[in-house]
């Protein structure tokens, strides 16, 4: 759930609901039904490629299709983890140009070359809370439980995460197992083209948008079966997919993506 911007001009802020456990480096997008439509601007919400015409599917979770690649913000600087109820830990992406050594807790932490992620220590205070209105003097009524999120919207911005799967985008609602990159790799390599995961069908109602999402580490944790929204994948075989990144590239002993939002 980390997030490190390397090259980027514009860190904008942005409404959302308190109830939505955005993490940082999750992909995130305006809701084009449910709540937070109503208001101005539109909510931001972890992004979802999903087919809503799914039966059953309800909740504020926007689909992502090619027809609606205007929906997409950009990708989400902070974690709001208050009301997350994953329970992920919160982390954050440093710099180890030694590749020293080390164990946290009781776990061994990658010793490459370069950035690492490692547990990111947070106080209450800049935890998710309820908030009864949106942060704009222009919202109209009614108003929801928002808080704002940091998010970077610029293309040709550039970022390392860990919030990304090894798994490919199928079609509008559905994931892959494994990698299918444009270079024909089985693993992401650059000039790779990258997408928003789906929910797989999982996201059913409002309360298992929000519960059900990939847990850390999203490279393991992730499949082809469980909800991965706002989860970079492999665009690669899809059809009617955005393409909203491409892959510079990707360090598997530390678990990271190195990419470039377009």
């Known amino acids: 759930m980390a997030l490190r911007a390397l090259n980027s001009v514009v860190a904008a802020?942005?409404?959302?609901?308190?109830?939505?456990?955005?993490?940082?480096?999750?992909?995130?997008?305006?809701?084009?039904?449910?709540?937070?439509?109503a208001v101005n601007p539109a909510c931001v919400f972890r992004a979802d490629r999903h087919n809503s015409s799914a039966a059953g599917f309800t909740g504020p979770v926007q689909t992502i299709t090619n027809l609606l690649r205007g929906l997409i913000v950009g990708v989400c600087a902070d974690d709001a983890v208050g009301n997350n109820?994953?329970?992920?830990?919160?982390t954050m992406i440093n710099n180890d140009?030694?590749?020293s050594n080390f164990v946290n807790g009781s776990a061994f932490q990658s010793y490459t070359n370069g950035f690492y992620v490692g547990v990111k220590r947070a106080i209450a205070d800049f935890k998710d809370e309820s908030v009864d209105?949106?942060?704009n003097l222009t919202?109209?009524?009614?108003?929801?439980?928002?808080?704002?999120?940091?998010?970077y919207t610029t293309p040709s911005s550039q970022f390392v995460t860990d919030r990304f799967a090894l798994l490919t985008a199928q079609n509008a609602g559905n994931d892959l197992a494994n990698w299918t990159?444009?270079?024909?790799?089985?693993?992401?390599?650059p000039g790779d083209l990258l997408t928003v995961g789906a929910s797989n069908g999982q996201a059913t109602s409002v309360a298992a948008a929000y519960a059900n999402t990939a847990q850390a580490p999203t490279v393991t944790g992730a499949t082809s079966g469980t909800?991965?929204?706002?989860?970079?994948?492999s665009a690669a075989t899809a059809t009617a997919v955005p393409v909203i990144g491409r892959v510079d590239f990707y360090d598997s002993g530390a678990g990271l993506l190195y990419w470039t939002l377009i």
Request: no cysteine; glycine share 16%; proline share 8%.
């Open 85 to 90: 109820p994953a329970g992920e830990t919160p």
């Open 133 to 135: 209105v949106v942060t």
């Open 139 to 151: 919202a109209g009524i009614p108003t929801y439980s928002s808080r704002g999120v940091t998010v």
């Open 181 to 189: 990159g444009t270079t024909g790799s089985t693993a992401p390599a």
């Open 97 to 99: 140009p030694a590749g």
């Open 13 to 37: 802020n942005y409404s959302k609901l308190s109830i939505d456990s955005v993490l940082a480096g999750d992909i995130v997008a305006f809701s084009n039904s449910g709540n937070g439509t």
């Open 227 to 233: 909800n991965n929204r706002g989860l970079l994948v």
